[in-house]
Each structure stands twice: as C-alpha cells, then as structure tokens.
C-alpha cells in the first residue's frame, strides 16, 4: 500500500512536469485539475491506487511528448496498459499532427469493446468529467461553448453515447448511467440530432 501511495505522488508530479502550462481547452483553467478530478473519481467508484496513478497520466502520451515507453519505464507495465488503453492516438501522432476527430473516436469506440476492465474504469471516469464539465459551460455559456471543440454537436453526440455504450456492464452501473445520462442532457442543451455515418 505504502509503495501504491508512493507512486501516485509521483505520478502526480510526472504528470505536473509533463503537462506544464497546459489549460482546459478553451479555457484558463491548469490542465492538472481534470487529471486530478478523473483520479479521484477512479478511487469513488472502487478503483485502486494504481488506477489512481494511470487516471492522473491518463493523457500524457496523447497531448504531451511524453511517449509510452516512458511511462512503462517510470511506472510499469500495468500503469502502461491503462495508459495505452486511455489515448486515442497512435505511435506515429504528436499533439500537433493527429488524424482527423472522426477516423480517431471511430477507432477509439472500436477498441473500447475489447480493453481492460481496469482500464474501462479509468476512461469512463475521464469521460464522465469531460461532459460534466461541458455541461455546466453549456449552462453558462450556450451554445457559444460548442466552438472550442473539433467537431460539430451531432458527432459530439454521436460519440458519447458510442463511449457509453461500449462501456456498458464494463463499469459500475451507477458510474454507467451516469455517463449515459450526460450524453442525453447534452442533446437536451444543445438539440444535436446524432450523425450518423454516411452523413457529412
């Protein structure tokens, strides 16, 4: 337990150095704070320290120059796995050259029917805090919110509740209806109409 505790702390300040000035897109909010809330809701809904630790780097591969191996250095292999499963982005992709939105959550989906059930922890929780924090903006703020991201409301929707449900009766049924949940009051908000493929 005591070398669990141990490596949250590090991972905490791996993640700090890693993630630098970052802020919350479209915001002046420091990136750590979503880090640091996914972490703690990973240990609400029953996950372990070291699923504490991989929710606190759960992006660092995807949105830093950290690589995987490095984090398989520092942390482990297990750590590493929940990792890899965490980011949408492949080896040869940097933060500032990534595919497009569509051809990467489409693969993402896909792989989410066959990812750890430690990992399926980790990203429901990230995903959780992600439209809980959309929401409230979209309260506040309107629809004027929907500009900061890469794409349009009915893909938004789309994906949520593709996340959804490839995470059903993967996660604790509660932490699922609750993501469930959001993509449905994100339509309510926003009207978004779900794409569909073979929609532009």
Not at 50 to 66: I, P, R, S
Request: aromatic residues 6%; proline residues 3%.
């Amino acid at each position: 337990m005591a070398a669990d505790r141990l490596m949250l702390a590090r991972a905490l300040e791996f993640a700090l150095v890693a993630h630098g000035e970052q802020t919350r897109k479209g915001t002046t909010v420091p990136y750590v704070s979503h880090l640091l809330q996914v972490s703690g809701l990973v240990l609400e809904w029953g996950g372990d320290l070291e699923q504490a630790a991989a929710a606190l780097l759960h992006d660092v591969v995807e949105d830093t120059a950290v690589t995987l191996q490095e984090v398989v250095d520092a942390f482990g292999g297990e750590v590493g796995v929940i990792v890899a499963e965490c980011t949408d982005t492949g080896a040869d992709e940097t933060p500032g050259r990534k595919r497009p939105w569509l051809e990467r959550k489409r693969a993402y989906v896909e792989r989410l029917q066959t990812i750890d059930s430690r990992s399926a922890l980790v990203i429901a929780c990230d995903k959780l805090h992600n439209t809980s924090t959309l929401l409230v903006d979209l309260e506040l703020h309107g629809l004027a919110t929907l500009a900061r991201f890469n794409a349009p409301a009915p893909k938004q929707l789309w994906y949520f509740r593709a996340v959804a449900a490839a995470l059903h009766g993967r996660v604790p049924a509660g932490l699922h209806r609750e993501l469930a949940a959001h993509a449905e009051t994100f339509a309510a908000l926003t009207g978004a109409v779900e794409w569909r493929e073979g929609q532009d």
